[in-house]
């Protein structure tokens, strides 16, 4: 039976901890507001869905394919995670640079997850572990992914919540807040290699 406490846990100290998500979020929030966020949040909620759903349909093919990828998805999700860095270190503030709205778009956020390693390790994680020894429902199965992708939309929007708040603290210390974000987008890529 699937053990609630171990579940929760594991789920909601995954989620709301730094990784590209709720960086993003809170970067873009800071940017353009609260309001102007939700869109990618939006995005990384349905790709968020989709990835668990995959995870969830196919998890002992993927879990048979692990160890082929595995060596691989950390290089792959640290380039794009120290890419992100540099464009968050880069970034001009929203008046001047016209061209980072790119970045706060629906379609951006559920991009994000198809090349987030850390949400398709968690995926793969939290599936293979937590639901799919106990659940074969595809109706369950697909409760559980829209449960886990309202956690990471909640998750999101706290992080966004965040950076809307302190939105004018932010801008007037706007090169240290890129050097913080861009910091823990490094530290995310880094920490790839740990697992």
């Known amino acids: 039976m699937l053990s609630i406490t171990a579940f929760s846990s ?7 901890t ?4 709720n960086i993003m979020s809170m970067s873009n929030a800071s940017r353009y507001g609260f309001r102007k966020s939700i869109k990618f949040n939006v995005g990384i909620f349905f790709g968020f869905f989709i990835i668990i759903a995959l ?6 093919e ?6 082929s990828v595995k060596s691989i998805m950390p290089f792959i999700g640290a380039i794009y995670i120290l890419w ?9 503030p929203q008046s001047v640079d016209a061209t980072q709205k790119r970045t706060n778009t629906f379609m951006s956020g559920l991009l ?14 939290t ?5 799919v020894p106990y659940y074969k429902s595809v109706l369950v199965l697909t409760g559980f992914s829209v449960l886990l992708a309202l956690i990471g939309f909640v998750a999101t929007c706290c992080w966004s919540l965040f950076g809307s708040l302190f939105q004018e603290f932010l801008s007037r210390n706007d090169k240290v807040f890129k050097i913080v974000m861009a910091l823990l ?5 880094i920490s790839l290699f740990e697992q």
């Open 10 to 16: 594991y789920v909601l100290v995954t989620t709301f």
């Open 18 to 21: 730094p990784g590209p998500n």
């Open 55 to 60: 995870c969830s349909l196919f998890s002992i």
């Open 62 to 67: 993927l879990y048979n394919l692990i160890p």
């Open 84 to 92: 992100l860095a540099w464009k968050t270190l880069k970034s001009k």
């Open 112 to 125: 994000l997850q198809f090349v987030n390693p850390k949400v398709i390790l968690y995926g793969i994680t």
């Open 127 to 131: 599936v293979s572990t937590f639901i």
């Open 185 to 189: 987008l490094v530290y995310c890529g």
